[in-house]
């Protein structure tokens, strides 16, 4: 009965958001990439340097109150590239500066970020006990 | 004395009538269909302060200066309060009123609370008690959204099913009295859970505890839905709006012809990004002072029956995968002194 | 002229699709936004251990390392080249070595943006 009376997200309208935002946000990402290359930035560390240009803007926008403006017709579109992480680290921040600098900012700046880091890291030792085990590194 | 009437419902035996109240909201709710009936629109909703919890008790405070302005009253005149609102501790509420002076008793019924509010108040009116008392709550989009979901900033995504709390706040004074809108009866809500567990589908979660105060009234007062011109529930939303009205069908109980939804009413869900419509404890009381008790004074609306839901849970229950227990008190509001009964 | 507008493309229609995976997500699941940058960075990790990853990442470059995926996948490469160098310790040493540089970024710029601005309203 709540299932039939409430609506599905409307699906036409959310993927090609998605798509498009998302798709948009890689673009500028690859254009930085060639612009590091292109300023003499060592090839290796390109994506890197490109992937925290994109975290610096995303932090920027959360604090200009633009992002959540944006992900509200992107959706995932800008939830999953490193602009998702980047808002995330820097949402809580903002929002609970008025509990101060330490207990407020410093410690829910990892309220949606932290499980990321947490099971990212968590995955990774797991493959790194897996390789190093079985000895395919 | 009220008379107790069947299990939970309470008819006033003096004339109590509501002298007067008031009604405050912020820049959504100015821009929503009952703009023009709020004391006070303030479009900057921090009301001035420096954190979302002092906007909130900052509107607490305007509210209830206001509906004491309107009532030609001063804050040495009310007798006690009740209040509540969304926040941990009912912060917004305790920190709004510190410097009124008015004995408070402080609410919790999540966004039923100002039908809690005004059934108490009545009820220590109607017994003589006390001359004079208020009920007041107060909601804010900021606070709640921190409180129970993400930081402002966090561009998450709101399903269609979820609600929009309203920045918001209503007071109102009750008192003996020969005016309208008059307070007839009030019915008490038990806690109801039907398993819904969506933090973002309130609206259902709610309607069981509508459902089972509204039947619960019926049976008391041996009444109809026909008899009263308007049942507004607070904020069910679109979609709970429509399992209350299922619910009650299937007990041969039909309430769609006057069924409305404060949080229906207070947002213009075409224009206004609101999803399902408005919820919050200030959604309720805002529509009931900027809409329906003018509309009770002036004979518009003749029977209203007043119903606002609360969603009990809290992030904690939310976490721990416990599904949302609601709970409906119901306030009956009439324009004459007498009849149906 | 015309391979710099290819790899443009590849970028935007690869990281399009993988974010169209994660509306899909938001869309048919009850997961939270949370929960699903868990679960893009944890399947980077798993699907660059697999060795699945690296060519989509040669095949589309910015399209491949923006998303979360492309995140889990430092994480794995950092802890590959950890343990061919270190041995045991590179399980320990790996994973926040590669993913150093996007962190230390949130964080700090998460840290300058709350000294600089205020949170707002949302319409």
Not at chain 2, 9 to 25: I, P, S
Not at chain 2, 296 to 316: C, E, H, V, Y
Request: aromatic fraction near 8%.
């Amino acid at each position: 009965m709540v299932k039939k009376a409430s609506p599905p997200s409307k699906i036409a309208a959310t993927l090609p958001g998605a798509f498009l935002i998302g798709g948009l946000i890689c673009l500028l990402g690859q254009t930085l990439i060639d612009g590091y290359a292109a300023l003499g930035v060592e090839q290796k560390f390109c994506p890197v340097a490109a992937s925290c240009t994109l975290v610096a803007l995303a932090a920027l926008l959360t604090g200009l109150n633009v992002f959540d403006n944006i992900a509200k017709y992107a959706g995932a579109g800008t939830l999953v590239p490193i602009t998702g992480f980047a808002n995330a680290v820097a949402a809580p921040a903002l929002e609970f500066k008025t509990e101060g600098m330490v207990l407020g900012v410093g410690a829910k700046m990892f309220l949606i970020a932290g499980p990321v880091i947490v099971y990212g890291v968590a995955a990774g030792v797991l493959y790194g006990l897996i390789i190093w085990l079985f000895g395919l590194y | 004395m009220a008379k107790k009437q069947g299990k939970q419902t309470y008819l006033m035996q003096q004339c109590l009538t509501v002298r007067a109240w008031a009604a405050v909201g912020s820049k959504k709710e100015g821009q929503g269909p009952l703009a023009s009936g709020f004391d006070l629109i303030e479009p900057d909703s921090t009301f001035g302060q420096d954190s979302w919890e002092k906007a909130e008790s900052r509107m607490v405070s305007l509210t209830v200066a206001k509906a004491l302005s309107n009532a030609a009253l001063t804050y040495e005149d009310i007798d006690c309060i009740f209040a509540g609102d969304l926040l941990n501790q009912c912060v917004g509420t305790t920190f709004g009123l510190r410097d009124s002076g008015i004995p408070l008793f402080g609410l919790y019924g999540a966004c039923s609370t100002m039908a809690e509010g005004m059934l108490l108040a009545s009820l220590l009116v109607d017994s003589q008690t006390v001359r004079r008392a208020m009920a007041v709550t107060s909601s804010h989009f900021c606070t709640a959204e921190r409180q129970y979901r993400f930081p402002l900033e966090y561009g998450s995504v709101r399903p269609p099913s979820a609600q929009w709390t309203a920045t918001a706040s209503g007071a109102v004074v009750l008192e003996e009295g020969n005016q309208p809108p008059y307070l007839r009866a009030a019915a008490v809500g038990t806690v109801e859970d039907l398993g819904v567990t969506d933090q973002n589908n309130m609206g259902a979660a709610m309607a069981p505890a509508a459902a089972a105060t509204l039947r619960r009234f019926f049976a008391d007062t041996n009444t109809s839905p026909e008899q009263f011109d308007l049942i507004a529930t607070g904020d069910l939303g679109a979609i709970g709006s429509q399992l209350l009205v299922e619910l009650l069908q299937r007990d041969g109980i039909d309430i769609k012809s006057r069924h409305t939804d404060c949080g229906l009413l207070i947002y213009d869900r075409q224009k206004q990004d609101v999803h399902s419509g408005g919820s919050g404890c200030g959604c309720s009381a805002s529509v009931l002072g900027s809409y329906l008790l003018p509309s009770l004074r002036d004979g518009k609306i003749r029977n209203l029956l007043f119903m606002p839901t609360g969603a009990l849970l809290s992030p904690t229950t939310v976490q721990q995968k416990e599904s949302i227990p609601g709970i409906a008190h119901l306030v009956w509001l009439s324009h004459e002194k007498e009849g149906i009964l | 002229m015309s391979a710099i507008f290819l790899s443009y493309l590849k970028a935007f229609v690869v990281g399009g699709l993988i974010c169209l995976v994660g509306q899909l997500l938001i869309d048919f699941t009850k997961l939270t936004p949370a929960r699903i940058l868990v679960a893009f960075v944890v399947a980077g990790v798993f699907l660059s251990g697999l060795g699945l990853y690296q060519p989509l990442i040669d095949f589309a470059g910015a399209g491949a390392t923006v998303p979360l995926t492309g995140f889990g996948a430092t994480i794995a490469r950092g802890v590959r080249d950890a343990v061919r160098e270190y041995g045991f310790m590179g399980i320990l040493l790996g994973p926040l070595t590669a993913s150093a540089a996007g962190i230390t970024a949130a964080m700090i710029a998460g840290l300058i943006v709350s000294l600089v601005f205020k949170s707002g309203d949302k319409s």
